[in-house]
């Protein structure tokens, strides 16, 4: 029989910790859930997330994407026009030739970051490749010396756990979110001595789009955002994807013989990024009453898009709790979001994981789990991928 699953705080970090048959619950049979504990709604499937994200008239996204918290002025919490254009100011600094150019010394530091600890035979995935290589690119790129990485990453860490809802707001996440203010305005100063800057701060400072330039709570938003964005989810996408591999020496293996075919190890990727959902969630407010799978949501309420869910739905993805990276995909995943706000930093996550992967398996011949040191996960609302994966490598 199956369980059922009902007054459940959506917010609560430990109702993700193993959250795969509560979201098929919901996902199969109660596929528009309203969270009485915070006061929103969720979706699960895979269609209803793409519909909502396609309609910023009736979703929109301007008072705020975490649940229940007020926006800022990133672009993240814009629509239509206004978006479109800061949008727009952001991406001049960040196009896809200023990318392309990245992946060189993404090469070298990835090499550098195994180099040093695979001699030892053992790595902390985590802490020693996968959160520290995405911190050096967006740290780099936004022109922050490399001897003040860690600290950022720390506050960073700490908004994440904010962004759970206002309960999870502790006087913690102000106090370093005041110390970013303050990087920000010394990153600000860098970049005035520096006017003609290749780092991403000084190009936005000059960017402009359709005559508009950022104002200054803009900037610092969009810092805060890159930053947030930059290095958090591709942190989950590669230790989340080697933990997986570890888990399929075969598919490890075949990945290893096909690493010089680069559609293949897209295509593993892709897989990796559905597999792991970096994310759990974003939210968006009904500017009307809309009804849905038999209920209203009501002008005014929130919704908040269940990613991990959508991934797994089988209306869309053949065997969904299957990891097989030689998988077929009919439909796209989800873990970038849908429509207007599609995930900007998309093609730099996606090189930064095929990066990683190139660059271990050319190294790594065997990668296990320590049977005495088991994995542990983010415990989050938010915010999905392993916090702890230590781990056996052996030198080809
Ligand atoms: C695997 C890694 C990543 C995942 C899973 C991911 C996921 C997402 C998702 C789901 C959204 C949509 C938000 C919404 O609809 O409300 C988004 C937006 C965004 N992401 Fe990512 N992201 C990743 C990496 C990055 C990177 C590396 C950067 C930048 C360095 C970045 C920057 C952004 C920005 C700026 C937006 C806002 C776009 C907009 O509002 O138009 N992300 N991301």
Known sequence: MTKIFENIDMCDPKTHDDPWEMLEYFRENEPLYWDPHNEVWYVFRYDD???????????????????????????????????????????????????????????????????????????????????????????????????????????????????????????????????????????????????????LLNRWLRAEFEGEKLDEDQLLFEHTLLNVGGAETTRSAIAGGLEELARHPDQYELLYQNLDNREFVENACEEIIRWVTPFHNMFRTATRDVEMHGKVIKEGQMVGLQYPAANRDPRHFKDPYKFDITRKFDTKHISFGYGAHFCLGASLARMELRVALEEFLSRVKKLELDPNDPPRWVSSSFVRGPAYLPVIVEAR
């Open 49 to 199: 997330i793409v519909a909502i994200s396609r309609d910023s008239e009736t979703f929109t996204s301007t008072e705020g994407n975490r649940p229940n918290l007020p926006p800022d002025p990133s672009m993240i919490h814009k629509d239509g026009e206004e978006h479109r254009k800061q949008r727009g100011i952001v991406a001049q600094g960040f196009s896809p030739k200023y990318i392309r150019e990245q992946e060189p010394r993404i090469r070298e530091w990835t090499i550098e970051f195994i180099e040093s600890k695979l001699p030892s035979g053992r790595m902390e995935i985590v802490s020693d490749l996968a959160a520290r290589l995405p911190m050096r690119i967006i740290g780099t790129m936004l022109g922050v010396p490399v001897e003040k990485h860690d600290l950022v990453l720390s506050w960073i860490d700490r908004f994440l756990q904010g962004g759970m809802g206002p309960q999870y707001v502790t006087e913690e996440i102000n106090e370093a979110y005041g110390e970013f203010c303050m990087h920000h305005e010394e990153m600000l100063e860098l970049a005035a001595q520096n006017p003609d800057g290749d780092d």
